[in-house]
């Protein structure tokens, strides 16, 4: 079994929905959290970053943590075609610099 | 530009040469760490440098790759003997600060084939 689990989708979805993504995971000194969005044949971008359980909001994009679950979701309101990408959740534990990624969830956005 | 930068872009190879995998974090950032993303997959941790210190290799997956950071700035993969199993998306990625994970930024990859 993977440390971080995700559903590769593909999800598809109409513009200006709301799109839920979820990752859950099975180490539990995993501490920080990442959100990063991944177009085609380029390299992942960092969205968004967190520690520890909560939320976090930027823009039309929220974090969740879930630590109690294992379990991490980010939220993307009034979507646009231009989010479509693959959205890859990443984590770590405290103390350690590596990050381990789930598959990636490939989201497209239609108009 | 002021993002990380790798070199080559795609490499092509015949099985059983050495090939050297060149990353330029950003400016100032501490810590460099290499990864591999194989189509469909998210990236898979290969090894990462605190300065010109290597901190963990335990992603290397045989002694045929190893890693280099010799200035503290620009670091090089390389994979001697390649195979085929090898081809894959090298990812090279910085952050500002060492101990913790930190915000990791991504550069464009090289994607390596092996023939």
Same mark, same amino acid.
């Given at each position: 079994? *993977?440390?971080?689990?995700?559903?590769?989708?593909?999800?598809?979805?109409?513009?200006?929905?709301?799109?839920?993504?979820?990752?859950?995971?099975?180490?539990?000194?995993?501490?920080?959290?990442?959100?990063?969005?991944?177009?085609? #044949?380029?390299?992942?971008?960092?969205?968004?970053?967190?520690?520890?359980?909560?939320?976090?909001?930027?823009?039309?994009?929220? /974090?969740?943590?879930?630590?109690?679950?294992?379990?991490?979701?980010?939220?993307?309101?009034?979507?646009?075609?231009?989010?479509?990408?693959?959205?890859?959740?990443?984590?770590?534990?405290?103390?350690?610099?590596?990050?381990?990624?789930?598959?990636?969830?490939?989201?497209?956005?239609?108009? | 530009?002021?993002?990380?930068?790798?070199?080559?872009?795609? *490499?092509?190879?015949?099985?059983?040469?050495?090939?050297?995998?060149?990353?330029?974090?950003?400016?100032?950032?501490?810590?460099?760490?290499?990864?591999?993303? /194989?189509?469909?997959?998210?990236?898979?941790?290969?090894?990462?440098?605190?300065?010109?210190?290597?901190?963990?290799?335990?992603?290397?997956?045989?002694? #045929?790759?190893?890693?280099?950071?010799?200035?503290?700035?620009?670091?090089?993969?390389?994979?001697? #003997?390649?195979?085929?199993?090898?081809? /894959?998306?090298?990812?090279?990625?910085?952050?500002?600060?060492?101990? $913790?994970?930190?915000?990791?930024?991504?550069?464009?990859?090289?994607?390596?084939?092996? $023939?």
């Amino acid at each position: 079994q *993977k440390e971080v689990e995700q559903d590769p989708g593909p999800l598809s979805v109409p513009e200006g929905a709301i799109v839920s993504l979820n990752c859950t995971y099975s180490n539990s000194a995993f501490q920080y959290f990442m959100w990063y969005r991944q177009y085609s #044949r380029k390299g992942p971008e960092l969205l968004m970053y967190t520690y520890s359980s909560g939320n976090k909001e930027d823009g039309r994009f929220t /974090a969740q943590v879930d630590k109690s679950s294992k379990y991490i979701s980010l939220f993307i309101r009034d979507s646009q075609p231009s989010d479509s990408a693959t959205y890859l959740c990443a984590m770590s534990a405290s103390g350690a610099q590596k990050l381990v990624f789930g598959q990636g969830t490939r989201l497209t956005i239609n108009p | 530009g002021a993002g990380v930068s790798q070199s080559p872009r795609y *490499k092509v190879t015949k099985r059983g040469q050495d090939v050297a995998l060149r990353c330029d974090p950003i400016s100032g950032h501490v810590s460099l760490y290499w990864y591999r993303q /194989a189509l469909g997959q998210g990236p898979e941790f290969l090894t990462y440098f605190n300065y010109e210190a290597q901190q963990d290799k335990s992603g290397l997956p045989n002694d #045929r790759f190893s890693a280099e950071r010799p200035e503290g700035s620009i670091s090089t993969l390389t994979i001697q #003997r390649t195979e085929q199993r090898d081809s /894959a998306m090298y990812r090279c990625a910085s952050s500002q600060l060492a101990g $913790t994970s930190g915000e990791q930024y991504f550069g464009p990859g090289t994607r390596l084939t092996v $023939t």
